[in-house]
């Protein structure tokens, strides 16, 4: 695997990691599939449809989400909101990330040199 394809995929898992709770965090208020979509991509977090319905569907399964379908605009869509329980659990995930934030905050440089890094993998014979 090389630089490129492996940072791709620590790129994923770490992204994948906040999704949850960035859905959690614009659900409440009420959208349907796009509008959230919409939503999530003006807060910078860009994501794929088959990423974001299959979510959609887990977290209501888990009881954290509920929907219901509606006629907007002459056409069926499914509204989703948080329940009681994502609405705790929201709190609860919020919670926790902040904390693993102000940790990584401690520990990360503020600006970390790629050439430095490469010169300090070159160095230690890595």
Do not use: C, H
């Amino acid at each position: 695997m090389g630089e490129g394809e492996l940072f791709e995929a620590m790129r994923l898992e770490l992204r994948r990691g906040s999704l949850v709770l960035a859905v959690l965090a614009r659900l409440r208020t009420e959208q349907y599939g796009y509008s959230l979509r919409v939503a999530l991509g003006q807060d910078g977090i860009e994501m794929e449809e088959s990423t974001l319905y299959p979510l959609l569907r887990r977290l209501e399964t888990q009881g954290l989400l509920t929907s219901e379908w509606r006629e907007e605009d002459r056409r069926r869509k499914r509204f989703y909101r948080l329940s009681p329980l994502g609405e705790t659990m929201l709190a609860r995930l919020a919670e926790e990330w902040r904390g693993i934030s102000a940790s990584l905050e401690r520990m990360l440089p503020a600006r970390i040199s790629i050439n430095r890094a490469i010169n300090l993998e070159v160095e230690g014979g890595a």
